[in-house]
């Protein structure tokens, strides 16, 4: 349309609004199908990422309930959403983390647990032929599948699910009917 019809035929407000709902409602992709979208987060000053596909929320952090007994990377149980969620340290065990500023929910079902985060430093878009080769002892055996120019290691969540140190073992509930063992 030409400045000189749009000038001759105004549009209303309601075909305005409507054009700029078109146009914000558009999907956005990225800009490459290969690029890996992660969220960025910091453990006791390490910086990782973790894959969105990946992470079933983020929230912030909450008070944790210490479990007597427990394997020293589980910091605590936290309550999101009603349920109980395992929150466990990435890097190591912090005795002083009674309340993480944010947690990164991963898993799915039983397996679901939380990783404790300091800080979030936002999503990003990796491009894999930038990534570099981890070096897993630089970073706290927390396993990494590659590592970014600037030393952001990005998270193998399945690989990291899969550590015995992540586990915990969900008891089959009692049933006060049944006889005991």
Known sequence: ???????????????????????????????????IEAVGFTVSGQRYAAPLRDVVE?????PLARV???PASLLGLATVR??????????????DRARPAWMLVLGEGAG????AADELTGADRL?????LTADVA?????????????GVGLLDVD??????????????PWDPGSEHP
Do not use: K, Y
Request: net charge negative; charged share 30%; aromatic share 2%.
């Open 127 to 131: 491009d894999p032929r930038e990534l």
């Open 159 to 172: 690989a990291l699910l899969a550590l015995d140190r992540f586990a915990v073992e969900n008891p089959t």
């Open 82 to 95: 009603g349920s109980l969620l395992a929150v466990f340290a990435l890097g190591g065990p912090d005795p």
């Open 112 to 115: 679901q647990l939380a990783i």
């Open 1 to 35: 349309m030409s400045l000189e019809r749009e000038r001759a035929a105004p549009r209303t407000p309601d075909e305005i609004l409507r054009e700029r709902a078109r146009s914000l409602a558009r999907t956005a992709r990225p800009e490459r199908e290969d690029l």
């Open 138 to 150: 630089d970073l706290d055996a927390a396993p990494v599948t590659a590592v970014t120019r600037d």
């Open 68 to 70: 007597p007994h427990a």
């Open 58 to 62: 983020v929230v912030a952090g909450s």
